[in-house]
Each structure stands twice: as structure tokens, then as C-alpha cells.
């Protein structure tokens, strides 16, 4: 059996607005995130570590910011986009583990709402899925509220 490992990271700044996306979740929030789809810092970052995992690249060489047919895209499209050429090279996840950086919203909060949504999307059990939220105790920009960072890391084996 062949494992694969991959890392994801993604930053999004905050803007006026009314609600963020998080792992394609609507959260009420003072602010929203800017980006050129739709600013979610989680699946941008779960994208990634598939991509990285089976060593094609990453979200932004699928789908460049600088093309303009991606605008606002949902992300979920990208997620997709990874799992279907995942699946072609004959994978499937094992886990995945991912942590948001911000000091609000509070993560806990959602994170059983994010990894159902996870599930549907990917078809996979709530118990292979982690998500939680730490803070830079004030330092950096998200410790200033001026953003939110996503890390993510997934385990991948053949079929």
C-alpha cells in the first residue's frame, strides 16, 4: 500500500461584509473574507494539500487568479476539481486535519457543522476528519483581526 502526505496553507484578508465561508459554511461574522472566488480558507487549503499530496501542484496553477472565469467561484468546484484527479491516480483519504488561525470566529463553534459539510462533499466519515482553530495571541495579522490563515494536512493510501 502507497501513502501519500500533503500540506495546504492559505491566507484571505478581511473586507467589509456580513458573513465569511468556512469549509463551504455560511458563519455570521462583522466582516468577510477578499479573494478572487470565493475567499474560503479552508477548502482553498484542503485543495492544496490533496494537490500536494499526489505532487500536482497547487490551487492557483488549476485555477490562476488571474483568469477571470474563476471569479467568485465556489470553491467546493476546486475541491472537487482535486478529489476526481485524486481518485484518476487511484487514492482515497485517510484523514485530513486542518487549523484555522484567527482569534475570531471562535472555530469550535462550527467545526462539527464544517466536517459534515466535508463529508458530503468528499463521501467520507466525520471520524477521519479534524478541524479546530488556535490564535497568535494578538501577534501578526491574524492576531490584529486583519485576516484568517488555514493550515491543512492529509493522509492519503492507494486502493
Known amino acids: 500500500m502507497d501513502f501519500r502526505f500533503g500540506n ?3 491566507v484571505h484578508k478581511f ?3 456580513n458573513f465569511i465561508l468556512l469549509c463551504g459554511i455560511k458563519i455570521p ?3 468577510s473574507l477578499i ?8 477548502l482553498h487549503s484542503l ?7 499526489i ?11 488571474t483568469d477571470s472565469k474563476w471569479k467568485n467561484k465556489d470553491s467546493t ?7 476526481k484527479i485524486m481518485k484518476s491516480q487511484r487514492y482515497i483519504i485517510s484523514n485530513i486535519d486542518i487549523t484555522f488561525i484567527c482569534e475570531f470566529p471562535r472555530i469550535n463553534l462550527y467545526s462539527d457543522k464544517m466536517k459534515t459539510k466535508l463529508c458530503s462533499i468528499l463521501g467520507i466519515d466525520s471520524s477521519q476528519i479534524s478541524i479546530k482553530g488556535t490564535t497568535t495571541e494578538g501577534l501578526g495579522f491574524t ?3 486583519e485576516g484568517i490563515a488555514c493550515l491543512t494536512t492529509i493522509g492519503l493510501k492507494s486502493t
Do not use: M
Open 8 to 10: 495546504g496553507f492559505d
Open 15 to 17: 473586507g467589509s461584509g
Open 29 to 31: 461574522f462583522s466582516k
Open 35 to 42: 479573494g478572487h472566488s470565493d475567499a474560503d480558507v479552508g
Open 47 to 53: 485543495t492544496d494539500a490533496i494537490l500536494g499530496a
Open 55 to 65: 505532487g500536482k501542484g497547487d490551487i492557483g496553477t488549476h485555477f490562476p487568479p
Open 77 to 83: 468546484f476546486f475541491l472537487k476539481h482535486a478529489e
Open 143 to 145: 492576531g490584529r483581526e
